[in-house]
Nanobody, 124 residues
Framework: QVQLVESGGGLVQAGGSLRLSCAAS????????MGWFRQAPGKERDFVAA????????YYADSVKGRFTISRDNAKSTVYLQMNSLKPEDTAVYYC?????????????????WGQGTRVTISS
């Protein structure tokens, strides 16, 4: 059973940066498409970013493009989300997810494994 554990969340001021990490265990990490999603209070869980098996292709929500960077280290079974120029509207619980599918998807239902989430709060 694949387990995903996020870390790196916290409270930062607008304009600041955070780096989220997601460590995977119990599976073949390098075979999974990995994604980050977020859920703000009272809202649905939304796609943030995804990365292919090799890390060669990345995908972003328009709201974070140019500010966030997803990356992965298959040797460490870890995926990262570098978040720069943070805004109050980035405040949310951020979830790491893994998909066994062959194609990257922005849909929640396409992801097979989920972490418990890490909270990110951006103050204005």
């Amino acid at each position: 059973q694949v387990q995903l554990v996020e870390s790196g969340g916290g409270l930062v001021q607008a304009g600041g940066s955070l780096r989220l990490s997601c460590a995977a265990s119990g599976g073949t990490f390098s075979r999974y498409i990995m994604g980050w999603f977020r859920q703000a209070p009272g809202k649905e869980r939304d796609f943030v970013a995804a990365i292919t098996w090799s890390g060669g292709n990345t995908y972003y929500a328009d709201s974070v493009k140019g500010r966030f960077t997803i990356s992965r280290d298959n040797a460490k079974s870890t995926v990262y989300l570098q978040m720069n120029s943070l805004k109050p509207e980035d405040t949310a619980v951020y979830y790491c997810a893994g998909a066994k599918s062959l194609q990257v998807s922005r849909g929640l239902n396409e992801y097979d494994y989920w972490g418990q989430g890490t909270r990110v709060t951006i103050s204005s």
